[in-house]
């Protein structure tokens, strides 16, 4: 994309839309091991870079905090990880598809690593998704709180990240002639 702000700061605005939408309507469908809730992240961050992917995962959760919950506003360190860290490699790489499988690999650590003690902080770890179940399984099987939630995050992440990689580099491949 030409080096016009006003178009970036469009396309970032389209992102937080799209990591909103998708976010409330997989999360309303209550599909296990799935959020899709930082794809316009993700897309950001590969189409306009770091900084522009990392400010549109934070705004994401800054906007869900003012209108949702407040709760969600911590979690935008997590949503700006994502776009720093797609954005950094989208650099370096040609987001392909075997780099979206590795660059979601790689969230699907590093997301819960940041998120999982904010997680445990504003929730005590019960977050009102699918891995609760495991939380619970894993907390009264002697874990301590943070394994106990750090762990069944991992295994969402890895779903949702490689996902959400792979559907942004189908959809990149197939719209960067027009940008």
Avoid at 31 to 44: N, S
Avoid at 123 to 134: A, C, E, L, S
Avoid at 144 to 151: D, V
């Amino acid at each position: 994309m030409r080096n016009n702000s006003t178009k970036k700061m469009v396309f970032a605005a389209v992102g937080i839309a799209i990591n909103i939408i998708l976010g409330i309507f997989v999360g309303g469908l209550k599909i296990p091991l799935l959020f899709m809730d930082t794809v316009g992240t993700v897309f950001t961050a590969v189409v306009l870079g770091p900084l522009w992917g990392a400010c549109t995962g934070a705004l994401t959760n800054v906007i869900l905090g003012v209108l949702k919950d407040p709760r969600e506003i911590p979690f935008l360190l997590v949503n700006l990880a994502v776009g720093l860290i797609v954005g950094f490699i989208a650099k370096k790489r040609k987001f392909d598809l075997k780099t979206a499988v590795v660059t979601g690999i790689i969230l699907s650590i590093v997301a819960p690593l940041i998120g999982t003690p904010i997680a445990v902080f504003v929730y005590g770890g019960i977050t009102g998704d699918f891995n609760d179940v495991f939380f619970t399984a894993l907390k009264n099987s002697g874990q301590t709180i943070f394994s106990a939630a750090f762990l069944p995050r991992v295994a969402s992440n890895l779903v949702d990240k490689i996902i959400t990689c792979s559907i942004v580099s189908l959809l990149y491949k197939r719209v960067k002639a027009m940008l």
